[in-house]
C-alpha cells in the first residue's frame, strides 16, 4: 500500500473577500494577517473577518493560518498574548511567527509555524525549529532543488512550505535592514519601504557611471508552476503563493492556475494526496500572465541564472502580445497573434527604457484607437497587455464554485421513508420521514434523482461514476412509490442542512502543546542578524546554549552594518562572475549603488558564500580613488 504525503496548496488573503475566493478556487490552506504584528502592516484583519473565513475554510477541510511574524518589543508581547488566545478560541489553524519571544508566552495549544523570516535555509536551522516544537518550516526562497532536497533528507518528519508564486524580495528575508536604516521603517516590524523597487545608478571606485536610473535589485516575479512536480520529489510539502497585498482578481486567477496544475499531478502520482475537500468549477481559463507580473522566474530553483531580474521597470508588465508595425494619425497597428480588446492597457519600454502605456479606446482588426492623447512608439517595439478588461470582467463577477461530493440513497421503512446522504469524506446523515406511501400511476426513479441532484448554492454537488458518468443515487424501494416533488425537496434541504452541520462539528484542528527545550542551537552567537528584539527571546537563545546575544538592528546603532544579503549578484548580472563566468570587470571595485537622492551603497561581493552584500556608504575613501 503505497503511504500517501498530503500536499498543501497554500493561497493568501489581504482581507475576508480574498480568503472566501482563495477556498472557492481551489487553496487547500489560506495564511491571513492578525489584526496586529503581521509582516504586511497594511493587511491587517479583524477577529471577526478572521472567524467568518475560518468558518468557511473548515467545511471544505481548508486551514486558515494567521501570520504574525514580525519581531515585538517587550511592551508588546503581552498583547500580543491576549491576541492569540482569541485566534485560537476562534478557531484558526496555525500562526506563522518570527519572533522566538513568543515561544516564551503562555500558549494554548495552537500550531506553530516558522515564517521565512527566520531566514531558514539550512538542514540544521531546520532540524533545531522542527526540534523546538514547530510543525512546518517555511523555506527561504533562495533555495535550489538539490537545497530543498538535502534539508528534506536530513529532517523527513518536517513539512517545508516553499514559495511557488509570487513578488521577490532581493535580501534574504528577516536580513533586510535597509528600509530601517534609510527611512525608519523596519521590514522585520512589517514596515518594508519597497526600497529594492527604487532606481539606481551603479558607479564604479573611480566614480564612472557603468548604468544609470535602473532598477538594479529589482527582480522578476516567481513563477514555478511547471516545476511543481519536482518540488514535491525535492520534499515540499506545501506551496505557497505569496500575495497578502494583492487584490482578489489575482488570488483567484493564481490560486485556480496551480490548483489545477497540482491536480494534474495528483491524479498520476498516488503517493501525494489532496489536503482538502470539493471540487472546482470555474468560469474562466486561469492565465498567470494575465495578473500582476513582473516577468516571471524559476529565480535559484534550477541553479544560478542570468534572467531573475526586472532592471526596467518594477511595475506590471503583463502578457506579451506583439509589436508596433506602424503609427498613422490617430491609430497604431500591431503585429502579433494576441487580439487586443476596448478598454485593455498596454505598456512599453520606451527609448529611454521607461515604462509607459495607454489605454485602448476602440479596437478595429490590427489597429488600435488609444484613448487620450497618442503615444510616440518607435517601431518594432515590445508591446505588452497588463489590464485585460474582457478578463478582469469575468473574474469580477463570480467566477468559481467548489463542491464537495456525495451519494443519496433513498429507502422505505415501515413507517415511511429514510434519506441517507454520505459525502466524499465519509461523513453521512440518515434522516427519517413519516410519510404515507401511495404507488405512483407512472415511473418515479427519474423525477426522484433528479430533485435529488438539485444541490443549487450548498456546498455539494451529487458524486458521479467515473466511467459512466451516473449519478450516485441509489433508489431502494419496494414499490414505484408517489412522493411529490416539493415534499422530496424539504427532505433534501433538511439532509443537506444536517450534513454540512455534522462536516463543521466534525473538523479536527491540530492541537501543539508548546514544550520548553534546551537542545543547541546551530550557531555559538548572535550579531544584529538574530532579530532579538526583546528579552523573552533572548531567554529563549540562552536557554539554547547561546550567550553572546545582540540586540536587533532597530534596538542598536550598528556601525558599518550590511543592510542586505542577497544572492542576487550585480557581477554576474553584468556577466563579470569570476566564479560562474569566468568574466572579468573593465572596472575599478568597489562598486556603489547610488540613489536618486544621492545616497550612495557599497557592493561587497562574498564569492565563498555566492553573496552580494549592500552597505550605507558616505562616499568612496581616498585608497578607493587611488590617492
Keep these: 500500500m503505497i503511504r500517501q504525503r498530503k500536499i498543501e496548496l497554500l493561497a493568501p488573503a489581504k482581507n475576508l473577500e480574498c480568503g472566501i475566493e482563495a477556498v472557492n478556487h481551489g487553496a487547500d490552506a489560506v495564511y491571513i494577517g492578525a489584526p496586529k504584528f503581521g509582516a504586511r502592516a497594511a493587511a491587517v484583519n479583524s477577529l471577526e473577518d478572521i472567524a467568518a473565513l475560518t468558518d468557511y475554510a473548515h467545511l471544505y477541510g481548508v486551514r486558515i493560518y494567521v501570520t504574525v511574524n514580525t519581531i515585538l518589543k517587550d511592551e508588546e ?26 515561544t516564551r508566552l503562555n500558549l494554548p495549544p495552537i500550531p506553530l509555524h516558522a515564517s521565512t523570516q527566520m531566514d531558514n535555509r539550512t538542514p540544521e536551522k531546520v532540524r533545531f525549529l522542527a526540534d523546538a516544537g514547530f510543525k512546518q518550516v517555511v523555506l527561504a526562497r533562495e533555495l535550489s532543488l538539490h537545497e530543498i532536497e538535502g534539508i528534506h533528507r536530513a529532517c523527513p518528519d518536517v513539512p517545508l512550505e516553499v514559495f511557488v508564486h509570487g513578488a ?38 573611480d566614480g564612472k557611471v557603468i548604468v544609470r536610473d535602473k532598477h538594479l535589485l529589482s527582480l522578476k516575479d516567481l513563477n514555478q508552476s511547471e516545476l511543481l512536480e519536482q518540488l514535491l520529489d525535492a520534499g515540499a510539502t506545501s506551496l505557497k503563493i505569496e500575495g497578502r497585498l494583492k487584490d482578489v482578481t489575482y488570488v483567484k486567477n493564481v490560486t485556480a492556475a496551480y490548483r489545477q496544475k497540482l491536480d494534474e499531478i495528483l491524479v498520476r502520482r498516488p503517493e501525494y494526496a489532496r489536503a482538502s475537500s470539493g471540487r472546482c468549477h470555474y468560469t474562466f481559463t486561469p492565465r498567470l500572465d494575465k495578473s500582476f507580473s513582473r516577468g516571471f522566474t524559476h529565480y535559484f530553483l534550477q541553479g544560478r541564472e542570468r534572467d531573475i531580474t526586472s ?120 434522516l427519517g420521514f413519516a410519510s404515507d406511501k401511495q404507488p405512483a400511476r407512472t415511473p418515479q426513479a427519474d423525477n426522484l434523482r433528479t430533485q435529488l441532484s438539485k444541490l443549487g448554492n450548498s456546498p455539494f454537488e451529487v458524486a458521479t461514476d467515473k466511467k459512466t458518468g451516473a ?4 433508489l431502494r424501494l419496494s414499490d414505484n412509490w408517489f412522493i411529490p416533488s416539493s415534499v422530496l425537496t424539504d427532505w433534501r434541504r433538511q439532509a443537506v442542512e444536517r450534513l454540512t452541520a455534522v462536516r463543521r462539528a466534525g473538523y479536527r484542528r491540530e492541537l501543539a502543546v508548546w514544550k520548553p527545550t534546551t537542545h543547541r542551537f546551530p550557531a555559538t552567537s548572535l550579531t544584529y542578524l538574530g532579530n532579538v528584539m526583546n528579552a523573552a527571546a533572548q531567554s529563549f537563545y540562552q536557554e539554547h546554549g547561546l550567550q553572546s546575544i545582540d540586540p536587533a538592528f532597530e534596538k542598536q546603532s550598528v556601525p558599518e552594518a550590511v543592510l542586505m544579503f542577497c544572492k542576487h549578484c550585480l557581477r554576474y548580472s553584468m556577466g563579470w562572475c569570476p566564479t560562474h563566468q569566468h568574466g572579468r570587470s573593465p572596472y575599478r571595485e568597489p562598486y556603489y549603488l547610488v540613489g536618486t537622492d544621492g545616497r550612495r551603497f557599497r557592493l561587497e561581493f562574498d564569492c565563498k558564500r555566492c553573496q552580494m552584500k549592500v552597505s550605507l556608504a558616505s562616499g568612496p575613501t581616498s585608497k578607493e580613488r587611488g590617492e
Design 77 to 102: 508581547l503581552e498583547e500580543t498574548e491576549r491576541m492569540i488566545d482569541a485566534l485560537y478560541r476562534i478557531g484558526v489553524d496555525a500562526l506563522i511567527v518570527q519572533d522566538m519571544g513568543i
Design 168 to 205: 521577490l524580495c532581493v535580501s534574504y528575508s528577516g536580513q533586510c535592514y535597509v528600509s530601517q536604516a534609510c527611512f525608519g521603517r523596519s521590514a522585520n516590524r512589517g514596515e518594508c519601504a519597497q526600497f529594492c523597487r527604487l532606481p539606481f545608478s551603479l558607479v564604479d571606485a
Design 311 to 430: 532592471f526596467d521597470t518594477p511595475k506590471s508588465l503583463g502578457e506579451a502580445m506583439g509589436i508596433m508595425k506602424e503609427q498613422r494619425g490617430g491609430w497604431i497597428s500591431v503585429a502579433g497573434v494576441k487580439p487586443f480588446h476596448n478598454g485593455d492597457g498596454v505598456c512599453y519600454l520606451d527609448e529611454q527604457g521607461r515604462l509607459q502605456g495607454f489605454r485602448i479606446n476602440r479596437v478595429d482588426g490590427n489597429k488600435l484607437y488609444p484613448a487620450g492623447e497618442m503615444p510616440r512608439i518607435r517601431p518594432r517595439t515590445p508591446l505588452f497587455r497588463n489590464y485585460d478588461q474582457d478578463f478582469e470582467r469575468l473574474l469580477g463577477r463570480k467566477s468559481a464554485e467548489r463542491k464537495i461530493a456525495l451519494g443519496w440513497e433513498l429507502a422505505d421503512t415501515p413507517w415511511g421513508f429514510a434519506l441517507t446522504a454520505t459525502d466524499e469524506d465519509g461523513y453521512h446523515v440518515t
Design 471 to 474: 449519478p450516485d443515487i441509489a
